[in-house]
C-alpha cells in the first residue's frame, strides 16, 4: 500500500462499484446482471444473512463515541466459476438484493469496466437525485446578515 494512506485505484474502483450496489433498487440490479449476463452456477459462501449491527455516533463528529441504536443489516459472500469472489453488506432485509450486489462485486473484478458500464444507469440516478435535492435546498436559502447600529 501505498505510504500516503491512500487505497490504490483499483481498491477505490471496487469501493464505487459496491457503493453503486447499495444504493441501487433491485430492479436496477436485476437489469445489471442481464446486461453482464451474469453466471447461473454462482456459489453461495455464505447463504444471505440478516442480523443486527450497533450504529455509533460523535457529537459535533469528534467527540466522544456513543451508541445511536441498532440497525438491520444483511450479507452475503458468493464465488464465481472463474474463482473470484463477491461479498455485499445492505442495510435492511433483502437477502435477494445483497446476493445479486455481491455477485456484482465478484464480476467486477473479472470484468470492471463491464459492470462500471452496466451499473452507469444506478450512478446517473442517484446524480440526479442529489441534484435535485441540491436545488430544492438551494430555493429555501436564507442569507443572514448583522446590520451595524452605529452606536460605537
Same mark, same amino acid.
Do not use: W
Given at each position: 500500500?501505498?505510504?500516503?494512506?491512500?487505497?490504490?485505484?483499483?481498491?477505490?474502483?471496487?469501493?464505487?462499484?459496491?457503493?453503486?450496489?447499495?444504493?441501487?433498487?433491485? $430492479?436496477?440490479? /436485476?437489469?445489471? &446482471?442481464?446486461?453482464? $449476463?451474469?453466471? #447461473?452456477?454462482?456459489?453461495?459462501? #455464505?447463504?444471505?444473512?440478516?442480523? &443486527?449491527?450497533?450504529?455509533?455516533?460523535?457529537?459535533?463528529?469528534?467527540?466522544?463515541?456513543?451508541?445511536?441504536?441498532?440497525?438491520?443489516?444483511?450479507?452475503?459472500?458468493?464465488?464465481?466459476?472463474?474463482?473470484?469472489?463477491?461479498?455485499?453488506?445492505?442495510?435492511?432485509? /433483502?437477502?435477494? #438484493?445483497?446476493?445479486?450486489?455481491?455477485?456484482?462485486?465478484?464480476? @467486477?473484478?473479472?470484468?470492471?469496466?463491464?459492470?462500471?458500464?452496466? &451499473?452507469?444507469?444506478?450512478?446517473?440516478?442517484?446524480?440526479? $437525485?442529489?441534484?435535485?435535492?441540491?436545488? #430544492?435546498?438551494?430555493?429555501?436559502? %436564507?442569507? @443572514? @446578515?448583522?446590520? %451595524?447600529?452605529?452606536? /460605537?
Amino acid at each position: 500500500m501505498p505510504s500516503t494512506g491512500e487505497n490504490p485505484p483499483e481498491i477505490v474502483a471496487r469501493q464505487a462499484v459496491m457503493k453503486l450496489c447499495a444504493l441501487a433498487r433491485a $430492479e436496477e440490479l /436485476d437489469a445489471a &446482471l442481464a446486461r453482464l $449476463e451474469a453466471p #447461473r452456477d454462482v456459489r453461495d459462501l #455464505r447463504r444471505p444473512e440478516t442480523g &443486527l449491527v450497533m450504529l455509533r455516533g460523535r457529537i459535533g463528529g469528534d467527540g466522544r463515541a456513543f451508541k445511536a441504536g441498532e440497525a438491520t443489516v444483511t450479507r452475503a459472500a458468493v464465488r464465481l466459476p472463474g474463482g473470484e469472489t463477491g461479498f455485499a453488506y445492505h442495510l435492511g432485509r /433483502d437477502a435477494d #438484493r445483497a446476493r445479486k450486489a455481491a455477485v456484482l462485486d465478484a464480476l @467486477f473484478q473479472a470484468r470492471p469496466d463491464a459492470v462500471e458500464g452496466a &451499473l452507469a444507469p444506478v450512478a446517473e440516478r442517484i446524480a440526479a $437525485e442529489r441534484e435535485r435535492e441540491a436545488r #430544492r435546498v438551494a430555493a429555501t436559502k %436564507v442569507d @443572514f @446578515f448583522t446590520m %451595524v447600529r452605529g452606536e /460605537d
